[in-house]
């Protein structure tokens, strides 16, 4: 039998928002992972190349996975709220998962612009087993609430990002408050060019654990 994959509209505080669920691979979920994608004014959407390998990765995992466009993308209501209403949006999302999958541990992960928003809204969140932040864009600075963070963080980073180079990545890293780690990929670029591969691995890996 084939997966399971599903459209939906999700009520935000914005308007609707566009999302697809997707079943495991195999089997019944063991997790519910909310993914979400890079910056909107810079083309992001939740069929980005690199947010496509996160939900892969995941749902190998056994994880059902829901991605969503933020406000003001693809058919999604409202305009771009620099942040601040993304993280709303992605609360709307996950709470609309929870209630779909009430027993379910969460895993949130997302791609730059969406790891800064998936580490706002689960950090303290006691149904979050895990962070997993891909391409932080480090070049732009800590955020401070990380250094109290005691929700478990992988962060997932290229070796060659020019959002975040590895000096960069390191600077922020001593900020950030355990249980963390940091898994570098060997890729050409801020997208993991050459290196998909390794990095759906390494969320595999992850979303097993």
């Keep these: 039998m084939a997966r399971k994959i599903e459209t939906h509209f999700i009520a935000g505080p914005a308007g609707r928002l566009e999302a697809l669920l997707e079943e495991p691979e195999h089997g019944p979920p063991e997790h519910a992972a909310l993914v979400c994608h890079p910056h909107p004014l810079y083309g992001g959407t939740m069929h980005n190349k690199v947010v496509y390998r996160l939900a892969r990765g995941l749902r190998r995992a056994e994880s059902v996975v829901l991605r969503f466009n933020f406000r003001g993308v693809g ?5 771009h709220d620099y942040g601040i209403g993304e993280v709303e949006d992605a609360r709307a999302c996950l709470d609309w998962l929870r209630e779909r999958y009430p027993a379910l541990p969460v895993i949130l992960a997302g791609f730059s612009f969406g790891s ?16 997993i932040a891909v391409g932080f864009p ?9 250094a109290h963070c005691a929700t478990p963080k992988l962060f997932i980073h290229s070796t060659h990002d020019e959002h975040g180079s590895v000096d960069q ?9 355990g249980p963390k780690r940091i898994h570098w990929i060997a890729a050409q670029d801020h997208f993991f060019a050459g290196a998909l591969d390794e990095l759906e691995k390494a969320v595999f890996r992850a979303g097993e654990d």
């Design 138 to 146: 480090a070049k732009y600075g800590r955020l401070d609430f990380l």
């Design 75 to 79: 058919l999604s209501e409202g305009f």
């Design 169 to 177: 990545m390191e600077e922020v890293l001593v900020t950030v408050s």
């Design 116 to 131: 800064i928003v998936i580490l706002k809204l689960g950090c303290g969140l006691a149904e979050v087993k895990r962070l």
